[in-house]
Nanobody
């Protein structure tokens, strides 16, 4: 089995910064895309940023220029550096990853989520 464990969430004032981490462990042959999503109260889960194994990145318009996604393949870890945070960024942040256990297709795994709260 595979586990994704997130860390780095917390309470921060508007304009501040946080860095989220998500480490994958378990039966891993390879990791394809990794990403961060978020869900605010009463809203649907939305994409924040993704990064492929070739380190191509994609961002939601609302976070472009403020958030940076990166990965350390040796550590099976994806990061989300968040700067210039706004109260609207308050949400539970989830990481996900497409992980293959063999040469076959990959499966999508999700972390348990980490709360980010931005106060005004």
């Amino acid at each position: 089995q595979v586990q994704l464990v997130e860390s780095g969430g917390g309470l921060v004032q508007a304009g501040g910064s946080l860095r989220l981490s998500c480490a994958a462990s378990g039966s891993i042959f390879s990791i394809n895309a990794m990403g961060w999503y978020r869900q605010a109260p009463g809203k649907q889960r939305e994409l924040v940023a993704t990064i492929t194994s070739g380190v191509s990145t994609n961002y939601a318009d609302s976070v472009k220029g403020r958030f940076t996604i990166s990965r350390d393949n040796a550590k099976n870890t994806v990061y989300l550096q968040m700067s210039s945070l706004k109260p609207g960024d308050t949400a539970v942040y989830y990481c996900n990853a497409v992980i293959s256990h063999t040469h076959g297709p990959g499966y999508v795994y999700w972390g348990q989520g980490t709360q980010v709260t931005v106060s005004s």
